[in-house]
Structures are given as C-alpha cells and as structure tokens.
C-alpha cells in the first residue's frame, strides 16, 4: 500500500496556481517526498522532491509542514498542458516507490 | 538533464513468444534502474529492482523465471517477458536512478506490450 493519501481529483483554471496537496503522516526521518507527474501513455515525469526545507525549480515548488506529516506541490501558473496524474510519493533514496492512485489535475480553460 | 530511453515503444507478439524490452540512460549512470507494469486505468506497479553486475530483486507475485532481467552495463537494462501470454498485455515502464541528493528515479517513455 502506498505511503501517501492524496485527493483523487482537482481542477483548475488556466493560469491560476494549482495547490495539489499530500499526507504522509508516517514518513520517517530518512524518506525523502518525490512528485512525479503522468501524462497519458507515458511514463512519470519528475517535478521535485525534498527532505524537509521547501524547494523550488522551474517546474514547481514544494511545501513541506514542519511535522513532515504533509507536502503540497504548487504549480504556479497553470497551463492546459499541465493536466495528468500527479503522484506523491515517500522513499529512502529513491528507493522502492509505491505509486498510489495520485491525484487527477484537469486544467481548464 | 537525465534521459531513459526505452525501445521498442510498442511491439505485438504471438503467445508463446519471448519479447525483449530495453532501457538506456542516456546522459547519466545509473546505479540502479527499476521495471514497472501498469494496467489500464491503474497505477504503476514495481516489479523489479535491477543493479549493474547482479541479480535483480523481484517483488512479491512477480514470476523471475517469466520475467527475465539483464542489467549488462550502469546505462542498460534489459527485460525479456518468456513465454507472453495474453494477461501479460500492459504497458511496461523502467526508470533509473540518477546518483546525487535524494537519488530521484528518471522514467522511460514506456512500452506498450500486446499479446494476441
């Protein structure tokens, strides 16, 4: 079972930030948080990832809670071509990735 | 950047064939690569976690015998399905790991396996 709960489905509109949230409340100490997204018929494209500092790079930014036990990957302004499966994901190094269902983002007009 | 490949993209095969998948990394060295099955309508299952030089480790129901794994080089790795059924029809995706802070897996565009 995956290690992160996420809502099933959002929408936003074109332009506006999309706030795609995540709980994790039993992430340990050494997991990193990792999203990834997927489109249709292609493989996971990564986003980001971090331990417990927030991150930011030209794709998105990641809020961590200080407890660790949440994340939230903000897409700050939302284009249609932004629209797929974003998963959550916790993990040592990399490792073992339990892919959940991951959470809809349809971007409309 | 970090780029996997995979080839072929699709293939169509007869039961009781074999097919072999490849996964390349492309601009890095991968210190392990990862192979995944999805479903329709589902999400990525792991089946295996493959390391240059040695034997990869399957997770639980995957059968190693029908899923053969090669891992030759830190930029190949191979998957062979022996003997396809049609149950076997899915999408097939690898990742690798590229070594650094966090050690984030970068995924192949996948490959589109139909057993008829």
Known sequence: ??????????????????????????????????????????????????????????????????????????????????????????????????????TRLSVLP | GAVVSQHPSRVICKSGTSVKIECRSLDFQATTMFWYRQFPKQSLMLMATSNEGSKATYEQGVEKDKFLINHASLTLSTLTVTSAHPEDSSFYICSATKPGQGNEQYFGPGTRLTVT
Request: glycine share 6%; with cysteine; net charge negative.
């Open chain 1, 1 to 102: 079972d995956a290690k992160t709960t996420q809502p099933t489905s959002m929408d936003c509109a074109e332009g506006r930030a999309a706030n795609l949230p995540c709980n994790h409340s039993t992430i340990s100490g050494n997991e990193y948080v990792y999203w990834y997204r997927q489109i249709h018929s292609q493989g996971p494209q990564y986003i980001i990832h971090g331990l417990k500092n927030n991150e930011t790079n030209e794709m998105a930014s990641l809020i961590i809670t200080e407890d660790r036990k949440s994340s939230t990957l903000i897409l700050p302004h939302a284009t249609l071509r932004d629209t797929a499966v974003y998963y959550c994901i916790v993990s040592v190094y990399g490792q073992n990735f339990v892919f959940g269902p991951g």
